[in-house]
Nanobody, 115 residues
Framework: QVQLVESGGGLVQPGGSLRLSCAAS????????MGWYRQAPGKQRELVAS???????SYANSVKGRFTISRDNALNTVYLQMSSLHAEDTAVYYC?????????WGQGTQVTVSS
């Protein structure tokens, strides 16, 4: 069983920045495609960014140019650097790891963008 533990969420003012981290217990972390999802109140969970085993990245249109996903396989950690945050970015952010038929989720971390 793989555990994913997110950290780094919090309250930030509009225009501010946050960096989320997700630490994975997976022994074969480098083989996992990792992603960050978010779910705002009353909305469906959506994919924000993903990073492949070869570090190819993909982003939702709403965050392109503002968010950066990265991974450190030596630390079994994936990051989401968020900048120029808007109120619309307020959500619970979830870390996800996929490997073959395996699909794991973290417990989520709250990000609130408000003045």
């Amino acid at each position: 069983q793989v555990q994913l533990v997110e950290s780094g969420g919090g309250l930030v003012q509009p225009g501010g920045s946050l960096r989320l981290s997700c630490a994975a217990s997976a022994r074969l972390f480098s083989l996992y495609t990792m992603g960050w999802y978010r779910q705002a109140p009353g909305k469906q969970r959506e994919l924000v960014a993903s990073i492949s085993t070869g570090s190819t990245t993909s982003y939702a249109n709403s965050v392109k140019g503002r968010f950066t996903i990265s991974r450190d396989n030596a630390l079994n950690t994936v990051y989401l650097q968020m900048s120029s945050l808007h109120a619309e970015d307020t959500a619970v952010y979830y870390c996800n790891g996929k490997y073959g038929r395996f699909d794991y989720w973290g417990q989520g971390t709250q990000v609130t963008v408000s003045s």
